[in-house]
C-alpha cells in the first residue's frame, strides 16, 4: 500500500527560483525521507527527519515535518539546472522494516 | 567504494525462463532490500533481509524467491518470468532500521 503521496505530481521552475514538493502519509512513522531519482538511474538519499523533529536542513535543502497533519516538505532553494530530477518521499512506518516510497514529484529547472 | 553494485544491467527474458539478480554492497551494512520501480507506481518493495542468513516478503513478494547466504550479497530469483514482471529492479542496503538507504543502478528487465 502506498504510505507517502507526493504533490505536485509535476513542477517546472525558473533556475534560481525555490522548489516546493509535499508529501502526505497514513500512519505513524519512525522517520521520512527524501530521495532524489535522475532519468535512467538509482535513487539517492537526500536527507532523512525523524518523527520529533519538525525542521532539518542540508545545503540548499529545508524539509519540515508536520505529525499532526501526517504530511512533510522538501524545499530546494536557489535551484538548479542540475535539480532536475524525481524526488521521492519514502515512510518509515512506526514498528515496520519496511520503508514505503511515494509515486515522485518530477522536478524540471529550465536554465 | 563501489557501494551497492547490481548485475546484470539489463536483460531480457522469454517467459517462463528463469532468471537470478545479484546485489553486492561492500559496506558492511545488516539490512538489504529489493524493490521494482513501475511507470506510474513509484517502488515496492519485494523482499528485505535483516542480516546473514534472513529474509522476509515485502508488499509484491509472489513470483519471487531471495537468499543472503553472505552479508554483502542479496540475490533475488525468479523461477518461471512472466510479462507482469517487466520492470527496473533496485537493490538498497541499510546500516540498520533507522538510517538512510544506498541504492543501486538498478537492473531494467524486459520479459517478452
Known amino acids: 500500500s502506498q504510505q507517502g503521496e507526493e504533490d505536485p505530481q509535476a513542477l517546472s521552475i525558473q533556475e534560481g527560483e525555490n522548489a516546493t514538493m509535499n508529501c502526505s502519509y497514513k500512519?505513524?512513522?519512525?522517520?521520512l525521507q527524501w530521495y532524489r531519482q535522475n532519468s535512467g538511474r538509482g535513487l539517492v538519499h537526500l536527507i532523512l527527519?525523524?518523527?520529533?523533529?519538525r525542521e532539518k536542513h542540508s545545503g540548499r535543502l529545508r524539509v519540515t515535518l508536520d505529525t499532526s497533519k501526517k504530511s512533510s516538505s522538501l524545499l530546494i532553494t536557489a535551484s538548479r539546472a542540475a535539480d532536475t530530477a524525481s524526488y521521492f518521499c519514502?515512510?518509515?512506518?512506526?514498528?515496520?522494516?519496511?520503508?514505503?516510497f511515494g509515486k515522485g514529484t518530477k522536478l524540471s529547472v529550465i536554465p | 567504494n563501489a557501494g551497492v553494485t547490481q548485475t546484470p544491467k539489463f536483460r531480457v527474458l522469454k517467459t517462463g525462463q528463469s532468471m537470478t539478480l545479484l546485489c553486492a554492497q561492500d559496506?558492511?551494512?545488516?539490512?538489504m532490500y529489493w524493490y521494482r520501480q513501475d511507470p506510474g507506481m513509484g517502488l515496492r518493495l519485494i523482499h528485505y533481509?535483516?542480516?546473514?542468513?534472513?529474509?522476509a516478503k515485502g508488499e509484491v513478494p509472489d513470483g519471487y524467491n531471495v537468499s543472503r547466504l553472505k552479508k554483502q550479497n542479496f540475490l533475488l530469483g525468479l523461477e518461471s518470468a512472466a510479462p507482469s514482471q517487466t520492470s527496473v529492479y533496485f537493490c538498497?542496503?541499510?546500516?540498520?532500521?533507522?538510517?538512510?538507504?544506498?541504492f543501486g543502478s538498478g537492473t531494467r528487465l524486459t520479459v517478452v
Open positions: 538498497a542496503s541499510s546500516p540498520r532500521q533507522h538510517y538512510g538507504y544506498t
Open positions: 500512519t505513524s512513522i519512525n522517520n
Open positions: 527527519i525523524r518523527s520529533n523533529e
Open positions: 519514502a515512510a518509515l512506518e512506526a514498528g515496520s522494516y519496511q520503508l514505503t
Open positions: 559496506m558492511n551494512h545488516e539490512y
Open positions: 533481509s535483516v542480516g546473514e542468513g534472513t529474509t
